[in-house]
């Protein structure tokens, strides 16, 4: 995770890594239902991760059903706020609103992942079924951090997993 520069020599300043050179840009789309909690913080651990290893890769996360989301309070989930503080990954500038998926998201991505098939392999069959066999899914439900299980402790372990592919 990206911390603050300790100014060691094992870690580069950001602004000195180079993407690799001469690979194409990798694009993955994180997909939850709300744009809201779980694929707004995979967007920024997953672009985090691709920065600090210099790798050509970037992320986009949408929504599957904004309208699902009236419970939603402002731009982006303060858990997910919080935890991505801790992790030491800067939220610059102003955190923008959910947005809903549309057919050029999923066209520009070379990789699709929902981040709970339970809850989305029916709104995708539903909405987008001929982008169906191109995501890919987690098992990463919609709840807070608790005692018992952390969705977001889940999604770091998940994408670390994706860098190793």
Same mark, same amino acid.
């Given at each position: 995770m990206h911390s603050s520069n300790s100014g060691g020599p094992s870690r580069r300043p950001p602004a000195c890594r180079k993407p690799n050179q001469g690979a194409a840009m990798k694009s993955i789309?994180?997909?939850?239902?709300g744009n809201y909690y779980r694929s707004r913080f995979?967007?920024? /651990?997953?672009?985090?991760?691709?920065?600090?290893?210099g790798i050509a890769a970037r992320a986009i996360s949408r929504g599957l059903a904004l309208e699902r989301g009236e419970s939603n309070h402002g731009p982006m989930c303060p858990v997910a706020l919080k935890r991505l503080q801790d992790l030491g990954i800067k /939220?610059?500038?102003r955190v923008r609103d959910p947005?809903? /998926?549309i057919?050029?998201?999923f066209a520009g991505a070379d990789k699709v992942i929902a981040l709970d098939e339970h809850e989305h392999r029916p709104l995708i069959r539903?909405?987008?079924?001929?982008?169906?066999?191109? /995501?890919?899914?987690w098992n990463i439900p919609d709840r807070n951090p608790d005692?018992?299980?952390?969705?977001?402790?889940?999604?770091v372990k998940n994408i670390e997993v994706l860098f190793r592919l």
């Amino acid at each position: 995770m990206h911390s603050s520069n300790s100014g060691g020599p094992s870690r580069r300043p950001p602004a000195c890594r180079k993407p690799n050179q001469g690979a194409a840009m990798k694009s993955i789309l994180f997909l939850c239902t709300g744009n809201y909690y779980r694929s707004r913080f995979a967007e920024y /651990v997953y672009n985090d991760i691709a920065l600090q290893r210099g790798i050509a890769a970037r992320a986009i996360s949408r929504g599957l059903a904004l309208e699902r989301g009236e419970s939603n309070h402002g731009p982006m989930c303060p858990v997910a706020l919080k935890r991505l503080q801790d992790l030491g990954i800067k /939220v610059d500038g102003r955190v923008r609103d959910p947005r809903q /998926v549309i057919e050029t998201d999923f066209a520009g991505a070379d990789k699709v992942i929902a981040l709970d098939e339970h809850e989305h392999r029916p709104l995708i069959r539903e909405r987008f079924p001929h982008w169906e066999s191109r /995501v890919s899914y987690w098992n990463i439900p919609d709840r807070n951090p608790d005692e018992h299980s952390d969705p977001l402790a889940d999604i770091v372990k998940n994408i670390e997993v994706l860098f190793r592919l």
